[in-house]
């Protein structure tokens, strides 16, 4: 498995700006999902090991996946910011293959511990 640690949450005004941070031990496939109060986790966005991206519709041209392979390091950067973006976020990672569809919490064995995401309107 993979060691997680996630940061950068927070409470922000809509149409403001957050960046996540997720630290790994090492390097993984590597995604973001939230989870709001009474809704299913569900997927944000996926960086392959060799920088491939890919978007949940919800979010699309408004945030940003990128990855620092030096540090292990995965960031999500969240632009326009929406009141239905409050969620906890957690990063994800798959120490090997991939065992589901990357938008399926299933596809992951590693998982941070979540990190604070409130938009206020």
């Known amino acids: 498995q993979v060691q997680l640690t996630e940061s950068g949450g927070g409470l922000v005004q809509a149409g403001g700006s957050l960046r996540l941070s997720c630290a790994a031990s090492r390097r993984a496939f590597r995604s973001w999902f939230r989870q709001a109060p009474g809704k299913e986790r569900e997927f944000v966005a996926a960086i392959t090991l060799s920088g491939l991206t890919y978007y949940a519709d919800s979010v699309k041209g408004r945030f940003t996946i990128s990855r620092d392979n030096a540090e292990n390091t995965v960031y999500l950067q969240m632009n326009s910011l929406k009141p239905e973006d409050t969620a906890v976020y957690s990063c994800?990672?798959?120490?090997?293959?991939?065992?589901?569809?990357?938008?399926?919490?299933?596809?992951?064995?590693?998982w941070g511990k979540g990190t604070q995401v409130t938009v206020s309107s």
């Open positions: 994800a990672a798959a120490s090997g293959s991939l065992m589901a569809p990357m938008t399926r919490p299933g596809a992951y064995d590693s």
